[in-house]
């Protein structure tokens, strides 16, 4: 007997949560909480489900521009199914109705990294959470801010704009905050402003028991300038008196050495690496019109786009100027060179500014010559790849 997909109705989603908690090993609270804003889509073998997850059309920051994006969760196979490539199927089907929605991109998180990288999707940047005791911060120099507790209503815009400096952060939804709060019921919020002055930081934390006792657990760290990122720091290492570990989550850090060059003299921070988040493009012309590009750039570069099944390619010439871009497909028989050969998952990464150098990309699979890499990198490097949320 073949499957059928369908969106689920209330019964069906309650026989999900419970497939999922036998597929998961665990509860999967977000199954529910999460359900009301998602488009909620099972398999069924005859009247039993055997499969579902949930899909949220929730747009993503890309060149400081939302586009309209899938993000892709509490996916899972009933394990009696697996092996039969019904998550394949599974996936093709929820990404269809959410395309026919208006999602140009999707978005996962993932353990099965190597599953989904078939399937099209590919990883902009690796990701981490760092650990390290709570005195390591203390010495961290301050400037003389105000610190508020709780959100006084001007925190969404600030992390809007500064989740537009980044490619990949959700431009979140109205029912972000309350998510947040059910997940993590002693959430703390903490906003930074100068005296007198709009706030400029915002830090988001939680206390959760860890190895060596309490510990806290940074979920959003957006600070507009290092000035400001060393206050926020020094506020976390107060707690040292009581609290002796920090954790920043895996989503909870922008990328780069913000943390190592603030440590105090003797403190050592351990990274772990965590599964990556990953990114698929659905529709590339539509992705790349809706994007924000850089002003001053104006180029032509001819690409050759690989299929994820490496069946075929495509020819499209890519081109910029004005802070706008066109992705128009060219006559394989039409003249010209090809500048640069990607895959679509590699036209993934090089649309989040995942590859921050020609040497990069060609390490990773592209080819081109040098001076055509660096003319396609420049394209998306203004901003590097970052997804501040977890889902």
């Not at 930081?201 to 190895?211: D, I, N, Q």
Request: charged share 20%.
């Amino acid at each position: 007997m073949d499957v059928d997909f369908t969106e689920a109705d209330p019964g069906q989603w309650e026989e999900y949560a419970a497939l999922a908690r036998r597929a998961y090993g665990q509860p999967v609270p977000d199954i529910a909480r999460l359900g009301p804003h998602a488009d909620r889509r099972v398999a069924l073998r005859g009247d039993r489900v055997v499969a579902g997850g949930l899909g949220l059309l929730i747009p993503q920051w890309f060149g400081g521009r939302p586009v309209p994006a899938a993000s892709m969760c509490c996916g899972c196979v009933a394990p009696e199914e697996r092996g039969g490539r019904l998550a394949a199927r599974l996936v093709g089907e929820r990404l269809r109705v959410l395309q026919e929605q208006g999602a140009v991109l999707a978005t996962l998180w993932t353990a099965s990294n190597g599953y989904v990288r078939r399937l099209g999707w590919e990883a902009p940047a690796q990701v981490f959470s760092w650990t390290l005791p709570t005195g390591a911060l203390k010495q961290t120099t301050a400037e003389a801010m105000e610190i508020t507790h709780g959100d006084t209503g001007q925190l969404t815009g600030l992390r809007e704009r500064l989740a537009r400096r980044w490619n990949g952060p959700w431009q979140r939804p109205a029912w972000w905050g309350a998510w947040q709060q059910e997940q993590h019921p002693d959430l703390a919020t903490y906003s930074f402003a100068e005296p007198g002055r709009q706030p400029s930081g915002v830090l988001a934390l939680a206390t959760e028991r860890g190895p060596d006792g309490r510990q806290l657990v940074v979920h959003d760290f957006w600070a507009t300038d290092h000035q400001v990122a060393d206050t926020m720091l020094a506020f976390l290492g107060r707690h040292h008196g009581r609290i002796p570990t920090v954790m920043f989550q895996r989503t909870g850090l922008p990328p780069g050495s913000l943390l190592q060059h603030r440590l105090a003299a003797g403190g050592a921070a351990t990274a772990r690496s965590w599964h990556p988040w990953m990114l698929r493009v659905l529709d590339p012309a539509r992705a790349v019109r809706l994007r924000g590009w850089p002003e001053h750039l104006d180029t032509e570069i001819m690409l050759d786009l690989v299929a994820p099944d490496n069946t075929g390619s495509s020819r499209h010439t890519l081109s910029i100027g004005g802070g706008r871009a066109e992705l128009a497909p060219r006559d394989a028989t039409s003249r010209g060179s090809v500048d640069v050969t990607l895959t679509m998952a590699q036209f993934a990464v090089w649309y989040a500014g995942g590859y921050r150098s020609p040497a990069a990309a060609a390490l990773a699979g592209l080819h081109g010559e040098p001076s055509s890499l660096a003319r396609l990198l420049a394209a998306t490097a203004d901003r590097e790849p970052w997804l501040a949320d977890y889902f």
